[in-house]
């Protein structure tokens, strides 16, 4: 698969086994701050400019995206979503209602219900892709 990111939407690797990876990189000033040493996780967490993008669709004329490829993770799934999911749920709490629902339909489902159960303070966008083999 080939992925083109930009801003703080994530795409994820949810394998079956329990694990989670991050395949993106935020573009926002907390998580540049986390990489140059300067906080924690926690402290970016509740940031006050948690929210601030340094690169984003409709900053500038030119949007240049991270691209690369990857796999699609073997027997497991393809998690893109916004801030308004993944800033709300923790890892595990995705890659366990994703791992323990039926079907990727339902799980999109699940997971939204869990964010806005969780406070849902921000738009929830979930797209998720099963790999078969």
């Given at each position: ?6 801003g ?20 926002s ?47 497991g ?57």
């Amino acid at each position: 698969m080939a992925i083109a990111h930009l801003g703080d939407s994530r795409a994820y690797a949810v394998y079956r086994d329990g694990r989670i990876e991050a395949l993106t990189t935020d573009h926002s000033l907390v998580k540049r701050l986390q990489e140059m040493g300067q906080l924690t996780e926690e402290e970016a967490a509740i940031h006050p400019q948690k929210s601030v993008l340094y690169r984003a669709l409709g900053q500038g004329a030119t949007a240049q995206a991270d691209i690369f490829t990857s796999s699609l993770p073997s027997q497991g799934f393809l998690l893109i979503c916004s801030d308004g999911l993944w800033g709300v749920l923790s890892e595990d709490d995705i890659q366990r209602i994703v791992n323990s629902t039926s079907s990727p339909f339902l799980a999109c489902h699940h997971l939204v219900e869990a964010a806005n159960a969780a406070g849902g303070p921000d738009n929830i966008s979930v797209v998720l892709v099963r790999a078969v083999s």
